[in-house]
């Protein structure tokens, strides 16, 4: 830790923009190492942490709203670091200033950008009037409300098809995060049939993709499939969305399905700050070395669904980018420690209604063999532990000990 003539520490003053799971996780990670021998700032446009995988059950089971947001004041007093609630504008790289709406201007020694991914809806002709869907906490309660006053008829859900910088982002999924879709296709069959529903409803799943679910393997394909068609759920692919109609679907091929009620998760893009600074790529995402570095500016680290090589575009590998910028960041103040390799993965839980659930762990995108499932109320129960745990304690994970382990275990069957 440097210090003054007289021994006393220096401070460091880092500015993390983006209370999500990236921007959080940096924080928790350097707090546990470096107590309150750092400066830091958190600035959020947002007064609350939003936790999107909960937002699945907002919209289809009626969970409170209020379950999925936890404010950041309380984040930042618990972790003895100052909220700004305000948007970040413009970052200079150059002078190491961050421009806040208001036009004051924040200086730092490093900064984390963890603003996440924008949801472009706009991009969809016809979503405004007749689209709905589940990706922020306005979305999820419009949905539910939606789907309490069905009475029945077609409905369509699909991931939009999102476009990536061609030298930034190695694999270029057609749709950056389609587990969501799963776990919404199950939730609405289990709600069509508990209200009797279901026989007078057809349920179709459309996918950019030559596969749906193309972010993982054959052996969770082999598992997921017989459940998928067992619920009489239909599943188009290589269907690019282009407009939604009152009464159907638009797709890039000239197609159209007919639709009483269409769900879809729009077409990312990198968000304004990143574009207006020129710090990334021609969509806004910032590809970064592999200690999650900006490549030219070298005390930025870029963590999240920012990240181009953030993909799919995962929580989970929001929370692996950040522990590796965490360990650059400390190797780099202490001259001690080593830098955590990133090895991306794709884990998550998809609720299928009731108390069953699918989790899934899977690295055969990235080149590994793993690739698990367990079905279950277990996998139920672990995501309803996961939520609570991360909510009751202001968006931390369960203890590394425990996912590591389960990890482990999902890896030995
Ligand atoms: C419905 C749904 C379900 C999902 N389920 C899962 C799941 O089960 N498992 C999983 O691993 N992933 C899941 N994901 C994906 C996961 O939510 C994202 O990958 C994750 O939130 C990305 O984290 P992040 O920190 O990069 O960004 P975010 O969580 O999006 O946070 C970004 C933050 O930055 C703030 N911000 C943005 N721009 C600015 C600015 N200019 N100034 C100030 N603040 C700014 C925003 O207000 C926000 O608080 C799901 C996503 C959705 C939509």
Known sequence: MPKDSDQRVLKKRVVIIGAGFGGLRFLYDIKKQFKNDMDIVIVDERETSLEKPSLVEVALAGKPVSHTQIPIKN??????AEFVNSRATMIDAEKNLVTLKDGSILNYDYLVIATGAVKNYDAIPGFKEYGYSVCDDYQAPRMWNAINNFKGGNIVIGASKTKWGEKSTDIKLDAP????????????????REHDLREISSLTVFTPGKI????????IHKKIEPIITKKGIKIVTEKVITRIEKNSVHFEDGTELPSDLTLVI????????IKDSGLGDEYGFIRTDEHMRHPLHQ??????DCNANS???????ATLQADVAASSFANEITGKGSVIKFKPEVF??????GVEATLILSDTLFGGKVDKTLNGPIAHLMKWGFDTYSYYTRGKLPPELLQKSLETMLKEF
């Open 75 to 80: 984040i930042a007093k618990s972790q003895n």
């Open 177 to 192: 995060c389609e587990g969501p879709i799963g776990e919404i296709m199950f939730m609405l069959d289990f709600f069509l």
């Open 212 to 219: 749906f679910f193309d972010d993982v393997g054959p052996k």
């Open 266 to 273: 729009p077409p990312y893009t990198g968000p304004e700050l």
């Open 299 to 304: 005390n930025i680290f870029v963590v999240g």
């Open 311 to 317: 993909m799919p575009k995962l929580g989970h590998i």
């Open 348 to 353: 998550c839980i998809m609720n299928r209604g």
